[in-house]
């Protein structure tokens, strides 16, 4: 199984990207997701998950500005950035395949990460 992440770049104040992340391998099909990020200096952290069932949690620094969904057609996770700002700025990863609720995902498997950074 792996997971491609793509999508990020460099963005200035208040810009968005959409970051994708396609899963591939025999049988496999994402079903629970979600979306860390890791800024330098800084441990890794939850954005965004997406349970089993459709449910969607958000850290508080991003709610209201970031959306995770799903495509269950592509086996593809996304998550549309917002309304970015500097201290968005890290390497964002996707893990998929485990178990995910909003306090995290347990196990699955992760992307290579793709970095977002926010800058004038």
């Known amino acids: 199984v792996q997971l491609q992440a793509s999508g990020g770049g460099l963005v200035q104040p208040g810009g968005s990207l959409r970051l994708s992340c396609a899963a591939s391998g025999s049988g496999f099909t994402i079903s629970a997701a979600g979306w860390y990020r890791q800024a330098p200096g800084h441990q890794r952290e939850l954005v965004a998950a997406?349970?089993?069932?459709?449910?969607?949690h958000y850290a508080d620094s991003v709610k209201g500005r970031f959306a995770i969904s799903k495509d269950n057609t592509k086996n593809t996770v996304y998550l549309q950035v917002n309304s970015l700002k500097s201290e968005d700025t890290a390497v964002y990863y996707c893990?998929?395949?485990?178990?995910?609720?909003?306090?995290?995902?347990?196990?699955?498997?992760w992307g290579q990460g793709t970095l977002v950074t926010v800058s004038s």
């Open positions: 997406i349970t089993s069932g459709g449910s969607t």
């Open positions: 893990n998929a395949g485990g178990y995910c609720s909003g306090s995290g995902c347990i196990g699955g498997y």
